[in-house]
């Protein structure tokens, strides 16, 4: 999706601002609404915010637009959405927006960074791409290239992971793939963590200089396996040395005296945090990528 409007001069590029002073933006700012970003289930406003001479693009989610979910009756979906943006920061990986909980024009809601398009022109980005964030087993994945396919044939291909099979409009069975690429492998990892239970394509986001964030985390942490991902293709894998470490190291500020799961408490209920740790060990213990339960159905409907 594209932002409704160009914002005045003034803005900063997202991309060109460390975590904290993305934070304080969206913290302290004044929140104006340019728009709504329709086909959205809850309400979701494109915004600008405006702190100390800077301006930024913003998604506003306020919780006064959220439809309840008979399966998650605790907390609210903004919570959640705050929750795994704290999750990300402590796996080092980024790959959540800047994502804080404030007051806005409607109410308490959550508020998130604009993240352009990879094929958005930005030339105030200042930002470089990180060759660990985006090479794939085939080398450097460019900023936009392609993370989901449907192809003929039985078998992905180089550089392609396989989902299952899917029906085309036509009628025809085609295999959906997506991208053996060390960011999706991260976000699935992630996803598993925090039990994300709509990994659809569409909440994908590759940014300009080879970044890839993921968004819309309202559907996560529940104490239950939720899992429901376009991201199966290392299912029963083993985790990466990579993924260890940080599952380690998340596993830490998990503990009852962690520092992350101070951060989560005023988020989701002491029972999720338990869950979330509970999660991340089991993991840790199998060493492996987590595969479909065959409970219910593993990939999200409509998967983009």
Not at 7 to 24: F, K, Q
Not at 31 to 56: D, E, K, Q
Not at 159 to 179: D, M
Not at 197 to 212: E, I, M, Q, S, V
Request: net charge negative; aromatic share 6%.
């Amino acid at each position: 999706m594209s932002a409704p409007e160009r914002i005045p001069p003034g803005r900063v590029s997202p991309l060109a601002l460390a975590p904290d002073e993305a934070r304080t933006l969206l913290t302290g700012g004044e929140l104006t609404v340019a728009g709504r970003i329709r086909g959205a289930s809850n309400a979701v406003l494109f915004c600008t915010v405006a702190h100390a001479g800077r301006t930024a693009e913003c998604v506003y989610k306020p919780v006064a637009g959220e439809r309840p979910l008979w399966d998650f009756p605790d907390g609210t979906l903004a919570e959640r959405e705050v929750a795994a943006y704290e999750v990300s920061e402590a796996t080092g990986w980024g790959l959540v927006p800047p994502t804080v909980l404030r007051e806005g024009p409607f109410g308490v809601g959550m508020c998130q960074l604009w993240i352009p398009a990879a094929d958005e022109a930005d030339p105030d980005t200042g930002a470089s791409a990180d060759p660990g964030d985006a090479a794939g087993p085939g080398g450097p994945v460019p900023a936009g290239a392609d993370l989901l396919a449907l192809v003929e044939g039985d078998e992905p291909g180089p550089g392609w992971k396989a989902v299952g099979f899917a029906e085309t409009g036509e009628g025809r069975p085609a295999l959906l793939v997506h991208a053996d690429d060390v960011r999706l492998r991260r976000l699935a990892v992630l996803d598993a963590v925090i039990n994300n239970g709509d990994r659809k394509g569409g909440h994908l986001l590759p940014a300009p200089g080879g970044r890839l964030y993921a968004i819309d985390h309202g559907v996560t942490f529940h104490t239950d396996d939720k899992l429901r991902t376009l991201l199966w293709g290392w299912a029963g894998e083993p985790l990466p040395a990579e993924a260890v470490a940080v599952l380690r190291r998340l596993a830490d500020g998990l503990a009852a005296d962690g520092p992350l799961a101070a951060r989560l408490a005023p988020l989701i209920t002491p029972a999720e945090v338990a869950a979330l740790r509970a999660r991340t060990a089991a993991l840790l213990a199998s060493g492996r990528h987590p595969e479909p339960s065959g409970e219910w159905p593993a990939i999200p409907w409509p998967p983009v």
